[in-house]
Nanobody, 119 residues
Framework: QVQFVESGGGLVQPGGSLRLSCAAS????????MGWYRQAPGKQRELVAM???????HYADSVEGRFTISEDNAKNTVYLHMNIVKPGDTAVYYC?????????????WGQGTQVTVSS
């Protein structure tokens, strides 16, 4: 059964940091790349970062140098370390398995975790 459980969001001031976590079912985690996506109000969901099974990473231009994606295979968990956050990072963040082009592989999405960047 496909399952994604995101957590770690909250209210953070501009320039601050936050760490998001996503627990995925083991079968997905061990067979696919994993991606973090976000959706801001009135905008389409977009890829933020992805990590392959081999540890290669890719980032959207808007977060390059500020965000870092990592994973803990033993816990079937992928993380998004957010640094120097900006108001434009405000969105609901989701994780999903990702194909080689960064598109989500499943139509199913978890509940997401809200990140609000505001002073």
């Amino acid at each position: 059964q496909v399952q994604f459980v995101e957590s770690g969001g909250g209210l953070v001031q501009p320039g601050g940091s936050l760490r998001l976590s996503c627990a995925a079912s083991g079968r997905i985690f061990s067979n696919y790349a994993m991606g973090w996506y976000r959706q801001a109000p009135g905008k389409q969901r977009e890829l933020v970062a992805m990590i392959t099974g081999g540890g290669s990473t890719h980032y959207a231009d808007s977060v390059e140098g500020r965000f870092t994606i990592s994973e803990d295979n033993a816990k079937n968990t992928v993380y998004l370390h957010m640094n120097i956050v900006k108001p434009g990072d405000t969105a609901v963040y989701y994780c999903n398995a990702a194909n080689g082009l960064g598109y989500p592989m499943y139509d199913y999405w978890g509940q997401g975790t809200q990140v609000t960047v505001s002073s």
